[in-house]
């Protein structure tokens, strides 16, 4: 499965704002990314945070990821259709 | 675990001050609590006191320390569904369900004094006063749970840590720990968010917020609130459901 990339700013009500939407073959928006400041603790900072994600249908929890593409091959995976 | 010295006369008290504060506790009473013979032992940080399926003989009255309820569901996901400060049972249902529905672990390092049931049955047939009152403190536990419910259902991330904070003041003011709006919380936002149903990232950057506005300065150690009537108006906190007799406010 292939996505697109759309990068937007998000009010997360914290310092976290550089997102990005992906979007499935169908244009359909299945997940918001936010990069996380260094103002979390290291494990986190720099890290792309899955905040919220359409149509998985089984719990998906809310992973750290290095890079957008290691995002898009985890929702790859997971995307329910 | 390991066994210790038997509790002190002021870790006894906090389970006084814990029935004080919801209800009446005579003088024949207190001295009864004063004298229940219970096994005390410290658990570590994180230790399990009791896990779901068990069926325990006895009691865990909390001395020193801090305990949470918990389930856990598949891939170690974890809900915690209660916190509990010194002066309560957290495991009192055990009395009369005997298989437990949910796991009880320590938050914290904590003494634990252990009851054994028969015990405590003794206890509540020489004083039924005594056994009116724990039972109205497991109903105010069902409360408790019921505006954790609405929170996590219906209150933003906001609320719900804010509602958090008020509540755990009120309920260690009872139990006389805390001074002035100070008091000692030894959770990490990752069991905040377990307890709230919050990502880890999102209570780090709440309690920020809650901090550059002022209200509350919460961190591994320790909340500092500094304005509780901001607080309570963000978090919509209304104490009712608590049913503190005593000292309603901070």
């Known amino acids: ?81 | 675990m390991r066994s210790a010295a038997p509790p002190s006369r002021s870790e006894r008290d906090r389970l006084v001050r814990k029935l004080e504060s919801i209800g009446d506790v005579s003088a024949d009473e207190k001295a009864a609590i004063y004298e229940l013979p219970m096994q005390v032992r410290i658990l570590a940080d994180g230790e399990d006191i009791v896990l779901e399926g068990e069926r325990p003989s006895q009691c865990g009255l909390i001395l020193t320390g801090f305990v949470c309820r918990y389930k856990l569901l598949p891939e170690g996901r974890r809900q915690i569904m209660s916190f509990h400060t010194p002066g309560d049972f957290p495991d009192l249902q055990s009395l009369h369900l005997k298989t437990m529905d949910h796991s009880v672990a320590t938050l914290a390092e904590s003494r634990l004094g252990f009851i054994e049931h028969t015990y405590l049955r003794e206890l509540i047939r020489c004083f039924p006063d005594l056994g009116s009152l724990l039972w109205r403190d497991t109903l105010i536990d069902a409360a408790i749970f019921r505006e954790w419910m609405v929170g996590i259902g219906r209150r933003s991330a906001h609320q719900r840590i804010a509602h958090l904070l008020c509540e755990m003041a009120l309920r260690f003011e009872a139990v006389g720990l805390t001074h002035d709006h100070d008091y000692q919380f030894p959770i990490t936002q990752a069991e905040m968010g377990d307890a709230l149903g919050l990502t880890v990232v999102h209570v780090n950057r709440i309690l920020r917020s809650l901090r550059e506005e002022q209200l509350v300065i919460s961190n591994r150690t320790g909340v500092q609130i500094l304005d509780w009537e901001g607080l309570k108006a963000l978090g919509e906190f209304d104490p009712t459901y608590l049913h503190q007799t005593k000292g309603t406010s901070p």
């Open chain 1, 1 to 81: 499965m292939t996505f697109t990339r759309q990068f937007v700013k998000v009010d997360t009500g914290g310092p976290d704002k550089e997102g990005c939407l992906l979007f499935d073959s169908d244009d359909a928006l299945v997940a918001v990314l936010v990069r996380l400041t260094n103002q979390h603790d290291s494990e986190y900072a720099e890290k792309w945070f899955f905040e919220y994600g359409f149509g998985i249908r089984t719990h998906h929890g809310h992973p750290l990821f290095n890079g957008i593409e290691e995002a898009e091959n985890w929702m790859a995976s997971r995307k329910f259709k």
